[in-house]
């Protein structure tokens, strides 16, 4: 059959039976990936200056927040032995699981173990989950406090990664725990739920399993504290500059994680209708991409990183300060 018979029956697209799923791409449309995708998409191609990317969770690109050689020579052992190649279990690979429990016991009254799968809880009477990704990324007066410490009291559910401490958001590794001395989770068959659910889960790729024992046991406490110390400098930069910027307020100093949640004051703001259209055309008009607030949930307010390198970040705050000054409502 020739090309033209083929093109002659092909049907034209609306022919075909099958489209997208309407509220699909709805639900799609909420992710942070995808709003920052939307954003960078209006971009001027004619901009030769560096994208600064003030709007994602990802500092690894940077040569200063490279990952620790004992996480780079774990994952790479595991590669070599040959022996991390075939499908985990739904729940994770022994070892790893146990290595994790032994890992977060540390901050901890009490042994985890292996089936309990991460950190910690809230001081309530109810079913607590604690989100501690970020956990031990502090550099203010307030320390870290593992939520599990109060697992006597509450059951607690806590969510941790490798991504964010380790700086390795690519390697997709975390970890769900339960801080539950008095067991109430496994009566109430909480955690078989969990297990079954898992089951059905995408897994972390093997040799990353694979290389969690070594990786936890082995990376030396100066590369965390390394981490932190560059987190405090760019923290500062941010907060000095951020202050001298009209149009946005910063309410506090961060101290901890990788952001900071900055409010837009439209009143002042020209041609601005509201954060997402704040993002559009700062990307446009400074090639710099922050993530509006809608997108987690606070309208008119925008996320900025300060994971990234000094230098980038100082640049990126410059063109900011230059763009709300542009559209300033005092310029006009």
């Not at 089936?115 to 910690?120: Q, R, S």
């Not at 941010?238 to 990788?258: A, F, H, N, V």
Request: overall charge negative; hydrophobic content about 40%.
């Amino acid at each position: 059959m020739s090309n033209g018979t083929m093109n002659q029956l092909t049907p034209a697209p609306d022919a075909w039976n099958f489209a997208p799923d309407e509220a699909l791409l709805g639900l799609s449309a909420l992710s942070v990936r995808s709003v920052l995708g939307s954003i960078k998409a209006g971009m001027d191609p004619s901009d030769d200056r560096p994208v600064i990317p003030l709007g994602h969770g990802d500092p690894s690109a940077f040569p200063c927040f490279r990952t620790a050689p004992e996480a780079v020579e774990a994952v790479s052992a595991a590669l070599h032995s040959g022996e991390h190649n075939s499908y985990p279990t739904g729940v994770g690979l022994e070892p790893a699981r146990r290595s994790i429990a032994r890992h977060l016991s540390l901050d901890l009254p009490y042994e985890l173990s292996p089936d309990d799968v991460a950190e910690t809880a809230r001081k309530l009477g109810i079913f607590v989950i604690a989100d501690e990704v970020y956990a031990h990324l502090t550099f203010g007066k307030k320390r870290f406090v593992p939520m599990g410490v109060f697992g006597s009291v509450a059951p607690v559910l806590t969510l941790g990664s490798i991504s964010k401490r380790w700086v390795v958001p690519g390697w997709r590794l975390g970890w769900i725990v339960t801080n539950d001395p008095n067991g109430v989770f496994c009566r109430t068959k909480l955690v078989e739920s969990i297990k079954s659910y898992l089951d059905i889960s995408c897994d972390p790729a093997t040799f990353v399993q694979g290389a969690i024992p070594e990786l936890l046991e082995n990376t030396k406490q100066e590369f965390f504290d390394k981490t932190v110390d560059i987190l405090r400098q760019t923290a500062d930069i941010c907060w000095e500059k951020l202050k001298g910027i009209s149009g946005i307020t910063c309410p506090s100093k961060p101290e901890g994680s990788m952001f900071v949640m900055v409010k837009l004051d439209l009143s002042c703001l020209q041609d601005i209708k509201d954060d997402m259209d704040f993002c559009c055309k700062l990307a446009k008009e400074e090639s710099v991409v922050v993530l509006p607030g809608c997108a987690v949930g606070y309208k008119n307010w925008v996320r900025i990183t300060f994971a990234i390198g000094p230098s980038s970040l100082e640049d990126g705050l410059a063109r900011l300060k230059s763009f709300c000054s542009r559209h300033s409502e005092t310029n006009k």
